[in-house]
């Protein structure tokens, strides 16, 4: 306001500039939103409002539960697997079911028509708002989204993708981080999400720099075996919500079936009571699980026992066998020992202490646990049962799926009613007490 002091305020601008194949530098006019902007500022702590970031429910209660109660707008989503483990699959029956929303999926390994069989093969293969792009430079991908405007856009695969602004080809370090930054650079600037697909390597750990999982939001990884119809989708990475969640899904010939009790999809081949086989009561994030512990135990044939673990510590499974000699008084030296976890889940839930030793004991000693008895304990190194977290939970979902015992430890009973309905609660202090209660 002329003729008063103070009316004047500075404010900073900065150009963007970009590297360019001459060596030499210009202003990012051609990267989305590379235009002039204000400098940031620093701010007091207490002067920042708070608020809850709202989200985005998908239609797949499974995906919504491991993002945390479901998509951030503007968030950015990198999801590994194995290949045709059923990324794309999966990624295309989230955009198809998105029917309140435009969607653009981008890919660059399969073409047109390739895609359109896919989500004919699927239960909702319908979705007008649902658009196709087969591109693999960043450049001509952001023209189409000017175009389309979507509220969500998926990227079939991140390696695939090249920017005319780096050399280097598709898949190289410098590629996919400067795609994997523009593409992360439009989401926060239109609070659009962005899902991403990532191959991995042959270690099972994502391809590419490790850069990419620090830059995203979310980190997923879709996990099964090839051969069985279970998917598990975990999540490894959360800005915004945990981390220790779980979602399971049936590959059937429609496309991927959410499964909503995956406890008793897990116990549904359960026959006639068999030895080396026990029932444990874990969680994963906020799902109680029950999980069928197997173990086999038979006279080694070599000089040195072998220890064989799938879906469980190999590490714990030995600290547990020594424990069973030490403090129980069984001769497991002269044994070959191989642990599964059925349905091919892979868990390291202290509670599954207790099954485990129960499984190795009953397979030894030939003889069946009763199939009406779960178990949920840590076993400690002196032998001792240790309690376990969030008991009332496991109990529920027992009793729901007609287990009517549970050995837990005596340490649960402190501040936890353990008199309920149609169950009948052991609590022990020591293993040797199991082991005795449930093979006399």
């Not at 994963?284 to 512990?293: A, H, K, S, W």
Request: overall charge negative.
């Amino acid at each position: 306001m002329c003729g008063e002091w103070n009316t004047y305020v500075e404010e900073v601008v900065q150009k963007e500039t970009v590297a360019t194949t001459t060596g030499q530098w210009k202003p990012a006019s051609t990267v989305p939103g590379g235009n002039i902007a204000k400098a940031a500022k620093s701010v007091p702590l207490n002067s920042i409002l708070a608020e809850e970031e709202p989200r985005i429910i998908t239609p797949d209660g499974e995906l919504n539960r491991v993002l945390g109660g479901g998509m951030v707008p503007g968030s950015i989503i990198l999801i590994g697997g194995e290949p045709g483990i059923g990324k794309s699959t999966l990624m295309l029956q989230i955009a198809l079911s998105m029917r309140k929303m435009k969607v653009l999926y981008v890919s660059g390994e399969e073409s047109e028509a390739q895609i359109k069989m896919r989500a004919e093969r699927l239960a909702d293969g319908q979705h007008p708002g649902c658009y196709i792009l087969t591109e693999t430079n960043t450049q001509n991908i952001f023209r189409q989204i000017d175009q389309v405007q979507p509220n969500l856009l998926v990227i079939d695969s991140i390696q695939t993708m090249h920017s005319t602004l780096v050399e280097s080809g598709a898949g190289s370090v410098s590629q996919v981080r400067e795609c994997t930054a523009e593409f992360l650079k439009f989401a926060k600037e239109t609070s659009t999400p962005v899902m991403l697909i990532g191959h991995i390597t042959k270690d099972g750990s994502i391809a590419g720099p490790k850069i990419l999982e620090h830059m995203v939001d979310t980190v997923l990884q879709f996990e099964g075996d090839r051969h069985m119809s279970y998917r598990i989708l975990r999540t490894t990475k959360n800005r915004f919500g945990n981390t220790s969640e779980l979602g399971i899904y049936e590959m059937q010939g429609d496309g991927l079936r959410q499964v909503s009790n995956p406890s008793e999809i897990l116990l549904s081949q359960r026959g006639e009571s068999l030895s080396g086989m026990a029932i444990g009561a874990t969680l994963e994030g906020n799902r109680p699980l029950l999980v069928e512990v197997q173990a086999l135990v038979t006279p080694a044939t070599y000089g040195t026992p072998q220890r064989s673990s799938t879906g469980f510590d190999a590490k714990r499974l030995q600290m547990l066998l020594a424990v069973l000699e030490k403090r129980a008084g069984l001769r497991l030296g002269q044994h070959d020992v191989f642990l599964n976890i059925a349905g091919g889940l892979r868990l390291d839930d202290p509670a599954l202490d207790l099954a485990v030793c129960a499984a190795v004991v009953s397979s030894l000693n030939d003889v069946p646990i009763p199939g009406h008895v779960c178990l949920a304990a840590e076993v400690g190194l002196s032998g001792e049962i240790r309690a376990v977290t969030r008991l009332d939970q496991r109990l529920a979902e027992a009793e729901k799926l007609g287990f009517r015992e549970m050995y837990v430890s005596q340490f649960n009973g402190k501040g936890l009613d353990l008199a309920r309905s149609g169950m009948k609660t052991y609590a022990v202090g020591r293993l040797d007490e199991v082991l005795d209660g449930l093979f006399g």
